[in-house]
């Protein structure tokens, strides 16, 4: 059973956008944050956006004024609204969660990582 299940991600030119979306399981519950990190060819996984339960919201230098992380805490998701898309944007997308998860029947509230399986976001021409 997937925990994490991430859409939106594909091929775009530049300039153009892409919204992502990430869908936490119901087995997870009492997340303390939720955010995006991104890995191009070649380099190290990077922070993208992080939200914390608290709603302090962190961006890496490189997406400010371009990208808007959301939350819908009902619905358990996490959103990534990507704007003035550059080609440099151009890496696999994954979505993380912190929270705790339900086991048999009961509460453990962790805090545990959750990582989705990555969504492929191209930005080219």
């Known amino acids: 059973q997937e925990r994490l299940v991430e859409s939106g991600g594909g091929l775009v030119q530049p300039g153009g956008s892409l919204r992502l979306s990430c869908v936490a399981s119901?087995?997870?519950?009492?997340?303390?944050?939720m955010g995006w990190y991104r890995q191009a060819p070649g380099k190290q996984r990077e922070l993208v956006a992080t939200v914390s339960s608290g709603g302090s919201i962190n961006y890496a230098d490189s997406v400010k004024g371009r990208f808007t992380i959301s939350r819908d805490i009902a619905k358990n998701t996490v959103y990534l609204q990507m704007s003035s898309l550059k080609p440099e944007d151009t890496a696999v997308y994954y979505c993380?969660?912190?929270?705790?998860?339900?086991?048999?029947?009961?509460?453990?509230?962790?805090?545990?990582?959750?990582w989705g399986q990555g969504t492929q976001v191209t930005v080219s021409s």
């Open positions: 993380h969660v912190e929270g705790g998860t339900y086991s048999r029947g009961s509460r453990d509230p962790g805090p545990y990582n959750y």
């Open positions: 119901r087995t997870i519950f009492s997340i303390v944050a």
